[in-house]
């Protein structure tokens, strides 16, 4: 669970897209992933992570641009909140991106699971997403 909270924190602090911190998203977010040594004379390329399945050799995987891309925020909210349905949006006056995801209950309706301002519509889901992940939701 550290490992979730500096993720997110260093999602937070973010201000585009970052290549080692999609590497970081994958690694804590995807199962049987880990990050590679990115230093030395055998050092794998930023942007990469271990995937590790079982019974299977591991393998160098490129990670998606979560932290660019809009659509690979979406396919990884399906895969950790399958029931949250993401909203994302603009706040024009002020310049920053607002995102939610919220779930609906059997008698309540909507709650929200989490939520977050970016600079990015793309950091801004990603963060929501890791304060969902985060809460248990």
């Not at 055998?42 to 979560?66: D, K, S």
């Not at 209950?105 to 939520?115: A, C, K, L, Q």
Request: aromatic letters at 6%; one cysteine or more; hydrophobic letters at 40%.
């Amino acid at each position: 669970m550290n490992d979730l909270k500096a993720l997110r924190e260093r999602v937070e602090g973010a201000s585009g897209p970052d290549r080692e911190l999609d590497s970081m998203i994958a690694a804590v977010l995807l199962p049987h992933a880990s990050l590679p040594n990115w230093e030395g004379p055998h050092a794998a390329a930023v942007g990469t992570y271990w995937e590790h399945p079982p019974c299977r050799a591991a393998t160098l995987r490129t990670a998606e641009r979560y932290t660019k891309s809009l659509d690979a925020v979406f396919m990884l909210v399906g895969a950790k909140c399958p029931s949250a349905s993401p909203c994302v949006g603009q706040n024009v006056h002020h310049g920053y991106w607002h995102a939610r995801l919220s779930e609906v209950g059997d008698e309540d309706g909507p709650f929200t699971v989490g939520e977050a301002n970016a600079p990015t519509p793309a950091l801004a889901l990603l963060s929501a997403l890791l304060a969902a992940v985060e809460g248990g939701g």
